[in-house]
Nanobody, 126 residues
Framework: QVQLVESGGGLVQAGDSLRLTCAAS????????MAWFRQAVGKEREFVAA????????LYADAVKGRFTSSRDNAKNTVSLQMNSLQPDDTAVYYC???????????????????WGQGTQVTVSS
């Protein structure tokens, strides 16, 4: 049974940093793209970042580019999202996702991902 479990969310002030971690179990994803999405109250789920299987390629949404960094540790089967200079607009539930296929690209649409975590809440106060 494949599971993705996010951790590291919380309540912070504007300008602070947080690091989210997603731990995968049940199979390895060392050759699979993993991604982060977020969903704010009343809004649709949106793409945040993706990292290739080897970790050498990353893609970020314009809203987080330059502030967020995604990386992975395939030995631990984890992917992380370092979030700096957080703003109230970053408040959302953050989800980790994994592609079951070994695709070459870095998909930004949620339907490209087969496995999802339960989400972790990030709240940024002004």
């Amino acid at each position: 049974q494949v599971q993705l479990v996010e951790s590291g969310g919380g309540l912070v002030q504007a300008g602070d940093s947080l690091r989210l971690t997603c731990a995968a179990s049940g199979r390895t994803f060392s050759r699979n793209t993993m991604a982060w999405f977020r969903q704010a109250v009343g809004k649709e789920r949106e793409f945040v970042a993706a990292v290739s299987g080897g970790g050498g390629r990353t893609l970020y949404a314009d809203a987080v580019k330059g502030r967020f960094t995604s990386s992975r540790d395939n030995a631990k089967n984890t992917v992380s999202l370092q979030m700096n200079s957080l703003q109230p607009d970053d408040t959302a539930v953050y989800y980790c996702a994994a592609d079951a296929q070994t695709t070459v690209g870095l998909p930004t649409i949620q339907y490209a991902y087969d496995y999802w975590g339960q989400g972790t809440q990030v709240t940024v106060s002004s």
